[in-house]
């Protein structure tokens, strides 16, 4: 079931954002042509240039506000609003259900910052020839087999920026749900809320990481790079579970969608 959830609300981001991440890839390419314009004396080729570079950067701007709003608005219509009536009916589990907008909302982090890269990149003043050629890539490969910890420091970084996403939108979720429980001002508690857990957690690090022995252990797991990103990793993943878990059950024994 889990599965269906996943492809319904994967469509809805999808009709969301397929038309953002191609204007934004698009406006990436007419830059990587534009940009001499602003070496040029012409006054209408800077002009364009000008016009090109605010509007990728409006559109960039527009992919993450959206970002935010599809994320909040998933979970807070689809599990509290009106279409929560519905989806509260379905033979599964509250944890199913966040389980999925999470996913989903992770999903939606990831493919705009791979898009916001990919824009970048677009944008170099790369020979795109010579990204082609053999020799080019054979030359990358040896270079990582010099140095094959690069690659595990690469994928280490990039799970620590996925850490970062879950938690972000954990505590998203559970403001909104925490807001729920009030019957007035829910937007401004929820805001509150999640201003809240952050501080709330920001705290308990402090206090957690005074502890001596907790201390020993973390520098002894961050003696080098790669221990120092799993640490950051599981200190982000912990709060996240807890927001979870508490969003879960608050679902399940608070909800009230009247």
Not at 62 to 78: D, P, T, Y
């Amino acid at each position: 079931m889990l599965l269906k959830l996943l492809k319904y609300d994967f469509r809805a981001m999808w009709k969301q954002f397929s038309l953002i991440w191609g204007a934004a890839l698009a406006l990436a390419l007419v830059n990587r042509f534009t940009l001499d314009g602003q070496n040029s004396t012409s006054m209408v080729g800077e002009q364009t240039s000008g016009l090109m570079i605010f509007a990728f950067t409006a559109v960039m701007t527009a992919m993450f506000v959206i970002a935010i709003l599809f994320v909040v608005q998933r979970f807070s219509k689809g599990l509290l609003g009106d279409e929560g009536y519905l989806m509260h009916t379905l033979p599964v589990r509250p944890w199913q259900l966040v389980t999925s907008k999470l996913i989903c909302g992770t999903v939606t982090w990831v493919v705009c910052s791979a898009v916001s890269f990919l824009s970048a990149l677009v944008m170099l003043p790369l020979d795109l020839s010579d990204l082609l050629q053999f020799p080019f890539w054979s030359d990358i490969l040896r270079g990582i087999m010099k140095h094959p910890g690069v690659v595990a420091l690469i994928v280490e970084f990039l799970l620590m920026a996925l850490a970062a996403m879950i938690q972000f939108t954990a505590a998203i979720y559970l403001a909104i749900a925490i807001g729920h429980l009030f019957s007035r001002h829910r937007r401004l508690i929820s805001i509150a809320s999640f201003i809240g857990l952050y501080v709330l957690v920001g705290n308990v690090y402090d206090q957690v990481f005074s502890y001596r022995i907790v201390r020993a252990l973390t520098n002894a797991a961050s003696v080098n790079a790669y221990g120092s990103m799993l640490v950051a990793i599981a200190i982000m993943l912990i709060p996240a579970i807890v927001f979870l878990a508490v969003t879960c059950w608050i679902l399940e024994h608070k909800l009230n969608l009247e």
